[in-house]
């Protein structure tokens, strides 16, 4: 065919087939793209209709189309709601293809949407625009059923939730492939069709390739954890590696930065072992209440540090929106490099010093005064800490006199606040460990948060019951992931 002569096998050569873990994490927001990717703007601007000199295309130049989907592939007809259906978002660009929309493409980059509203994916994942262009290809971004525009009427349907799951989101996808192989008259012929994803969205990808090979020529799975699962045996610190790499100089901070940020975590668990240890915590913190228990500070560092693995995912040189918006504390945009930005105030020497191998947790805190006197060790060993000089608990008298432990704690809260209190606008810090809440004007706020027990969901804050009998919803929510997790029992290692 003479498209296929225009370069689609060598489209494909360049792509590869299954790539993992090449590419950053694309972005998840509905921010403007940032004008400082220029030299993909550049790329794209060489053959966009935008003209020269414009950024890259949005979601504001797709053509959206929407597709009709059967509720549940695996069961037509066999059950009184076997029939179901609900209307699929999808958008489709065709501004690269040479011939205009009409002709048919060389290849087709098709995104697999994950766990957000696909906008999020259209207006950041750079690569596919930046690809397309260079390719001429055709790009598809299709949203994954119950995000966005993307959501089947749930109330009142049996087993409402029990849809969401990966098998069926993979079929909505391989529906949307052969419906558009089907109009361009290529279902024997095929146009290459290259799977494109990130996170979630990558594991889909590659699992597209593999159940649909005969749809899906290749696969470019960015950061996506399909050797994540227990029985593929990944590094438990596999994420801890990485996040420590962007506390760094590999990451464009000070070594320093890092080495603080772990001295702080066994100094916080053993300052909350006292009531004024506790204090001192909610004054550098900078807390809105105290520390009432050991097990509150516990808590609080957990919350604390599962802050840097999202400021990781959202590392990128521009401000952007996607993360936040995705998982955190709604549509705010993050400083570029954020994690530099949150190495600023801990950079430097606060007189805390690091012994042993952080690698298997077996080392010493050292507190050193002013004067390079000891003035405490704690101890860890996997994940147990105790204090191993002097008594068993820290003198934190001598601590605020002496040892520079408080203006580390500030870093740390400083550190924090890049995420918690990325509007600037807190003039204290959530002793649970929560952050902003609520979203920006004009953000969707619908969204599906699971209970305890699993059958209690939220709706714009207020429960949504699942009736215990028939697990029936008493209205539409939308959101995948908690129950795609639960129905396909996705337990990741991280």
């Given at each position: 065919?003479?498209?296929?002569?225009?370069?689609?096998?060598?489209?494909?050569?360049?792509?590869?087939?299954?790539?993992?873990?090449?590419?950053?994490?694309?972005?998840?927001?509905?921010?403007?793209?940032?004008?400082?990717?220029?030299?993909?703007?550049?790329?794209?601007?060489?053959?966009?209709?935008?003209?020269?000199?414009?950024?890259?295309?949005?979601?504001?130049?797709?053509?959206?189309?929407?597709?009709?989907?059967?509720?549940?592939?695996?069961?037509?007809?066999?059950t009184p709601h076997g029939n179901a259906t609900f209307q699929q978002r999808v958008?489709?660009?065709?501004?690269?293809?040479?011939?205009?929309?009409?002709?048919?493409?060389?290849?087709?980059?098709?995104?697999?949407?994950?766990?957000?509203?696909?906008?999020?994916?259209?207006?950041?994942?750079?690569?596919?625009?930046?690809?397309?262009?260079?390719?001429?290809?055709?790009?598809?971004?299709?949203?994954?059923?119950?995000?966005?525009?993307?959501?089947?009427?749930?109330?009142?349907?049996?087993?409402?939730?029990?849809?969401?799951?990966?098998?069926?989101?993979?079929?909505?996808?391989?529906?949307?492939?052969?419906?558009?192989?089907?109009?361009?008259?290529?279902?024997?012929?095929?146009?290459?069709?290259?799977?494109?994803?990130?996170?979630?969205?990558?594991?889909?990808?590659?699992?597209?390739?593999?159940?649909?090979?005969?749809?899906?020529?290749?696969?470019?799975?960015?950061?996506?954890?399909?050797?994540?699962?227990?029985?593929?045996?990944?590094?438990?610190?596999?994420?801890?590696?990485?996040?420590?790499?962007?506390?760094?100089?590999?990451?464009?901070?000070?070594?320093?930065?890092?080495?603080?940020?772990?001295?702080?975590?066994?100094?916080?668990?053993?300052?909350?072992?006292?009531?004024?240890?506790?204090?001192?915590?909610?004054?550098?913190?900078?807390?809105?209440?105290?520390?009432?228990?050991?097990?509150?500070?516990?808590?609080?560092?957990?919350?604390?540090?599962?802050?840097?693995?999202?400021?990781?995912?959202?590392?990128?040189?521009?401000?952007?929106?996607?993360?936040?918006?995705?998982?955190?504390?709604?549509?705010?945009?993050?400083?570029?490099?954020?994690?530099?930005?949150?190495?600023?105030?801990?950079?430097?020497?606060?007189?805390?010093?690091?012994?042993?191998?952080?690698?298997?947790?077996?080392?010493?805190?050292?507190?050193?005064?002013?004067?390079?006197?000891?003035?405490?060790?704690?101890?860890?060993?996997?994940?147990?800490?105790?204090?191993?000089?002097?008594?068993?608990?820290?003198?934190?008298?001598?601590?605020?006199?002496?040892?520079?432990?408080?203006?580390?704690?500030?870093?740390?809260?400083?550190?924090?606040?890049?995420?918690?209190?990325?509007?600037?606008?807190?003039?204290?810090?959530?002793?649970?460990?929560?952050?902003?809440?609520?979203?920006?004007?004009?953000?969707?706020?619908?969204?599906?948060?699971?209970?305890?027990?699993?059958?209690?969901?939220?709706?714009?804050?207020?429960?949504?019951?699942?009736?215990?009998?028939?697990?029936?919803?008493?209205?539409?929510?939308?959101?995948?992931?908690?129950?795609?997790?639960?129905?396909?029992?996705?337990?990741?290692?991280?």
């Amino acid at each position: 065919r003479p498209a296929m002569e225009r370069g689609g096998w060598r489209a494909l050569g360049v792509l590869g087939l299954v790539v993992l873990g090449l590419l950053t994490d694309p972005c998840r927001g509905h921010a403007s793209l940032p004008k400082s990717r220029s030299r993909g703007d550049r790329r794209a601007a060489a053959r966009s209709p935008l003209g020269a000199g414009s950024s890259l295309p949005s979601s504001g130049n797709c053509t959206w189309t929407e597709y009709t989907q059967t509720l549940d592939h695996f069961a037509k007809g066999s059950t009184p709601h076997g029939n179901a259906t609900f209307q699929q978002r999808v958008c489709v660009y065709s501004g690269f293809v040479q011939g205009g929309a009409s002709a048919v493409p060389p290849l087709i980059l098709f995104y697999t949407g994950n766990e957000s509203p696909v906008e999020e994916y259209v207006n950041n994942t750079g690569f596919m625009w930046e690809v397309g262009a260079e390719l001429g290809a055709l790009l598809v971004f299709a949203e994954h059923r119950y995000e966005g525009g993307s959501v089947p009427t749930l109330q009142g349907l049996p087993h409402c939730l029990s849809y969401a799951t990966i098998e069926q989101a993979l079929a909505d996808y391989a529906t949307v492939i052969q419906s558009i192989q089907r109009a361009y008259g290529t279902e024997q012929d095929q146009v290459p069709v290259v799977a494109v994803g990130g996170s979630y969205g990558g594991m889909l990808a590659s699992w597209l390739r593999f159940k649909y090979p005969g749809l899906v020529a290749g696969a470019i799975a960015a950061s996506a954890p399909i050797w994540g699962f227990p029985l593929t045996e990944p590094p438990l610190d596999g994420s801890a590696i990485a996040i420590s790499r962007g506390l760094s100089s590999a990451g464009g901070s000070p070594d320093a930065c890092g080495t603080n940020m772990l001295a702080a975590w066994p100094l916080m668990s053993e300052l909350g072992r006292s009531a004024d240890g506790r204090q001192l915590l909610t004054e550098s913190l900078r807390l809105c209440s105290p520390l009432e228990s050991h097990a509150a500070v516990v808590a609080l560092i957990e919350s604390i540090q599962g802050v840097f693995f999202d400021l990781a995912e959202a590392n990128y040189p521009f401000p952007s929106t996607y993360i936040t918006s995705a998982v955190g504390p709604g549509l705010y945009p993050l400083p570029a490099w954020p994690m530099r930005v949150a190495c600023e105030g801990l950079g430097e020497d606060f007189g805390v010093s690091v012994e042993g191998d952080p690698s298997t947790v077996d080392f010493n805190v050292t507190v050193h005064s002013e004067d390079d006197g000891v003035l405490a060790v704690v101890g860890v060993d996997w994940d147990a800490s105790k204090v191993v000089s002097g008594t068993r608990r820290l003198d934190v008298d001598t601590l605020r006199r002496e040892s520079r432990v408080p203006d580390l704690l500030a870093g740390v809260a400083e550190a924090w606040g890049v995420w918690c209190n990325v509007t600037g606008e807190l003039t204290c810090l959530s002793a649970a460990g929560g952050c902003v809440t609520g979203k920006s004007k004009g953000a969707d706020t619908l969204k599906y948060s699971s209970g305890v027990d699993g059958r209690r969901h939220s709706v714009d804050n207020k429960d949504v019951v699942v009736g215990d009998d028939d697990e029936e919803c008493t209205a539409t929510m939308s959101g995948c992931w908690e129950p795609v997790c639960c129905n396909d029992e996705i337990n990741l290692v991280n």
